[in-house]
């Protein structure tokens, strides 16, 4: 292919895409505007065939006009760059950008024109001017043509309102007079800052000030970035922020900077020393002191280092330290970030009895925006002297307050009540010591004055502070009446140095009279700290006796039943060693109970139960020893309904057990202890009961009714007991009583027996069954039966397994918590019905396996019920176990029916969540 085959092919081609492009090209002679081409896009917004309009006008097919198109301007094209603009044309009402330059189209100079319809885009830009006219502040949009010029395509209605106009006043705005309205002191600096914006491809951020309607000029804020940027021009988004006041702000801040500059020049007139410090150049700029010393401390290098060498003249080492603390550079600016612009201490200087208030006031410098600090040192010795004086007399009302110089004896009137004598006396001389001889001589009512002013002198008043920090004596005097007070002089340091002694004297008289008062209450005090001892003494001699008996018969019964082959017998001692068993357990929780009541450690637990369940579940137990010991027991009531009551049973039932147990124990046989229940008031849902307990037994002497309720507290009457007891009982019964809300009464007499009356409020249960009945619920057989037991002690292993088998459940015995969790994670899902857990164990205690359990991440984690099965038995520890996930607490030694029903319980509600 030669040369000109190849020139045809690529003019062929380029035809070909100029054909295909979008954008419309049309091509006209220079001289007479005629259409030397124009392609298939062209004639489409044209709407003629591309064929039929060689040798017709140009304008005549744009604008359908007879001139040239007014945006035309054939003289002003060149042929290196286009130029151009944005048109309606009338032939389709559509807007179009049109970019024209000149060619060379076969030989003949020719105009070509690219035409784009913006129409689409130009509404766009419309919505968007009518939204950003919604927008609060200043926005913009402005073209920045490669030739420096600046015009302003849009400027929205939240702009001109910022400077207080309306658009159409504003005209100049727009166009090629965009900066007319910028302060002439700021142009420059804003077209570089443009220009350097422009070149480094980066944000523009200048202030600037902006001619308000009036004529007035205000600051804003400009901050413009690149929207698009192609070769002939750049679109900048700009947003105008109102920096006015803050402009006003910074004038006012460096007015009140020079007045604060002049303000301090002022207070260092009055200062012993002052100084100005800047910590952003690490200088001092100004000192002013007389003070020698001070001025060479302000004159060192740097201002840490004056800092230092001034807190080395502090002579207390306590204060120095703070001093250090407060003037620290570091520290003067940590606290300038947290808005602490203020710092004072006082302390002494060079000696104790010179003291000065160090003070700074830190600023940032408006102009530099250096930190600058204003240090100041003032004189308050009088002040210290005055305040030391002050705090001492706060908690104290004297009648005379003087100061005395330890060294001279020469006594200082601080403050007095009245004309007091003792000062008159020391006027007189000018001398405490000889001051005080003339008064003790004139008014002393003690038998040895001389001793009670030898007493209050100077040199004894000296000897006893160097060993303490407060010196009191109490002398007598006689008053203007003659008649006798007694007064305290009291003599202390007024500071740590010893420089000044400070007397105040009281009158006393009426505090002396309740001397013998307060002597009997302390006696009585004793006698009762004594009456308390003793009691304790007896408790813990009953409650050796009361564990041992039982004990003793668990012990030897068990060594005996050992030989026995006679079931029956054997049976009967077990049953024995069960009752002392009992016994036991009574006793320990009496003490557990107790300690819970001292402790403040009783809580509600509320159940639903019928009126009559909680009777019987009270005085079975009663009925029974009563029988056993040969009293007669009786049961009377009066308008009792049954009920369903919500209350705590077990408080309830603890009542009933105790006050009954008692009469029936202080009841001799053949006796009669009555149980009186009478339903009284009913108001709303909450219903009164009175519950009386008569017994026909020994009686309480009127004494030992007061102390009843006391811990340890035991009548010797001379009757004999089989259970003396602990004196532990009313104590609990009492404070369940003030517990629930209720009252109790005693009366008795001795030898005739004893009432005891309690009123007690239950609220009444509506809508609700009987508790203790849908408790019983079934289990599902066709579910697991097996336990999960975490029990490290062999025995206890052996009694609950046994346990376990008697109600037919089978049992997994692990020894530690460690070895629990493991079983409990390899087993398959629904192997496991429960978990009994030790909490004290080796390896791993039943807490720590638990949350292990819990966390494990296996399905029934969270659902296995896990039951406390220990021997720690305090409210603390029943918290403990079930913030740690258990579901309920067992308190060894286990009592069966408990364990059946919990297990029963929970196993029954994990088959309803299991079929659920």
Not at 447 to 457: G, L, T, V
Not at 604 to 633: D, P, R
Not at 686 to 695: F, G, H, R, S, T
């Amino acid at each position: 292919m030669d040369k000109g085959d190849s020139a045809q092919l690529t003019y062929e081609l380029l035809a070909q895409l100029e054909e295909e492009s979008p954008t419309a090209i049309y091509v006209a002679d220079y001289e007479n505007d005629d259409l030397l081409y124009l392609n298939s896009a062209a004639a489409k917004i044209l709407g003629v065939d591309k064929n039929e309009i060689y040798g017709r006008k140009c304008f005549e097919f744009l604008m359908r006009k007879e001139n040239h198109c007014p945006f035309c301007h054939k003289s002003m094209l060149k042929d290196d760059q286009f130029t151009g603009g944005t048109t309606l044309l009338p032939l389709n009402q559509r807007q179009y950008r049109i970019q024209s330059k000149l060619i060379m189209w076969e030989g003949r100079k020719a105009h070509i024109h690219y035409v784009t319809d913006e129409t689409d885009l130009l509404n766009e830009q419309k919505q968007l001017r009518t939204l950003t006219d919604k927008i609060p502040g200043g926005v913009g949009i402005f073209y920045v043509y490669s030739d420096g010029r600046i015009e302003a395509n849009y400027i929205n209605d939240g702009y001109y309102a910022m400077i207080g106009t309306i658009r159409n006043r504003r005209r100049e705005y727009e166009g090629f007079s965009t900066l007319e309205a910028v302060h002439k002191d700021d142009k420059k600096s804003l077209l570089q800052e443009v220009h350097d914006g422009l070149r480094e491809n980066r944000q523009i951020n200048h202030e600037i000030r902006v001619k308000r309607d009036d004529g007035s000029y205000m600051w804003v804020e400009i901050r413009a970035d690149i929207v698009e940027r192609t070769k002939e021009r750049t679109i900048l988004y700009c947003l105008y922020s109102d920096i006015d006041q803050l402009k006003r702000t910074q004038e006012e801040l460096q007015i009140r900077y020079e007045e604060q500059v002049h303000l301090s020049r002022m207070l260092s007139v009055t200062s012993v020393a002052s100084s100005m410090v800047n910590l952003t150049q690490n200088c001092i700029t100004l000192q002013d002191t007389e003070n020698e010393k001070i001025q060479t401390i302000i004159t060192q290098q740097t201002p840490q280092q004056g800092f230092e060498t001034m807190y080395t003249a502090i002579p207390d080492e306590e204060i120095r330290k703070q001093y250090a603390l407060i003037f620290d550079c570091d520290k003067i600016i940590e606290n300038f970030e947290k808005g602490i612009t203020h710092k004072s201490i006082v302390h002494p200087y060079e000696h104790v009895d010179y003291w000065m208030e160090s003070s700074y006031d830190a600023v940032r410098n408006p102009i530099n925006g250096d930190l600058e600090v204003y240090c100041f040192a003032r004189d308050v010795s009088e002040e210290v002297r005055q305040k030391s004086i002050s705090e001492f007399l706060m908690s104290h009302q004297y009648e005379e307050v003087m100061l005395i110089n330890p060294n001279t004896g020469e006594p200082t009137r601080f403050v007095c009540g009245g004309r007091s004598p003792v000062y008159e006396e020391q006027e007189k001389v000018g001398d405490y010591h000889a001051g005080l001889k003339n008064y003790f001589k004139k008014y002393c009512a003690d038998e040895d004055a001389e001793a009670s002013a030898e007493a209050a002198s100077l040199q004894t008043v000296k000897d006893k502070l160097n060993n303490q920090d407060i010196y009191s004596l109490s002398y007598s005097v006689y008053d203007a009446e003659h008649k006798i007070v007694r007064k305290r002089a009291t003599y202390a340091y007024i500071n740590r140095y010893k420089s000044t002694i400070l007397c105040t004297v009281q009158d006393i008289t009426k505090d002396f009279e309740n001397e013998v008062i307060q002597r009997e209450k302390l006696e009585n005090a004793l006698k009762e700290a004594h009456r308390a001892i003793k009691a304790k003494s007896d408790f813990l001699s009953n409650m050796s006796h009361d564990m041992r008996t039982p004990m003793n018969a668990i012990i030897g019964l068990s060594n005996l039943a050992m030989d026995l082959e006679n079931i029956e017998e054997y049976r009967d001692y077990m049953m024995k060693i069960n009752t002392s068993g009992q016994q036991l357990l009574s006793l320990i929780n009496d003490t557990l109970d107790v300690s819970r009541i001292e402790n403040g450690k009783l809580t509600m637990n509320l159940e639903y139960v019928k009126c009559t369940h909680l009777l019987m579940e009270g005085i079975s137990s009663a009925k029974v020893v009563a029988e056993q010991k040969g009293v007669n027991f009786n049961l009377s009531q009066v308008g009792v309904q049954d009920n369903l009551l919500y209350v705590d049973s077990l408080k309830i039932v603890k009542i009933f057990n105790n006050l009954l147990s008692n009469a029936i124990k202080f009841t001799p046989k053949g006796g009669t202890v009555t149980l009186f229940l009478k339903r009284m008031e009913q108001i709303g849902n909450e219903v009164n009961y009175l519950i009386v307990v008569k017994d026909t037994g020994i009686g309480m002497s009127q004494e030992f009714i007061k102390h009843i309720f006391e811990p340890f507290s035991q009548e010797q009457t001379g009757y004999e007991t089989n259970a003396t007891g602990t004196g532990l009982g009313m104590t609990i019964v009492k404070s369940m009583i003030d517990f629930l809300g209720g009252k109790i009464e005693i009366q008795s007499e001795l030898n005739k027996g004893t009432e005891v009356s309690v009123w007690l409020t239950f609220q009444i249960a509506k809508g609700h069954q009987d508790i203790q009945e849908t408790k019983k619920r079934q289990v599902d057989n066709s579910l697991s039966r097996k336990i999960l037991v975490a029990e490290d002690h062999p025995i206890n292993a052996m009694i609950i397994q046994k346990l376990l088998k008697k109600r037919g459940y089978e049992s997994d015995l692990t020894s530690d918590g460690k070895q629990c969790v493991s079983n409990f994670i390899r087993a398959p899902k629904g192997e496991y019905a429960a978990i009994l857990m030790d909490v004290r164990m080796p390896l791993m205690n039943g807490i720590e396996a638990t949350k292990a359990i819990r966390m494990s991440g296996k399905l029934e984690a969270q659902t296995i019920p896990i039951i406390a099965m220990t021997a720690n038995a305090f409210e603390q520890d029943i918290k403990t176990c079930l913030q740690s996930g258990m579901n309920a607490h067992l308190a060894k030694p286990v009592d069966q029916e408990k364990l059946y029903e919990m297990l029963e319980r929970y196993t029954s509600d994990k088959a309803e969540e299991n079929q659920i």
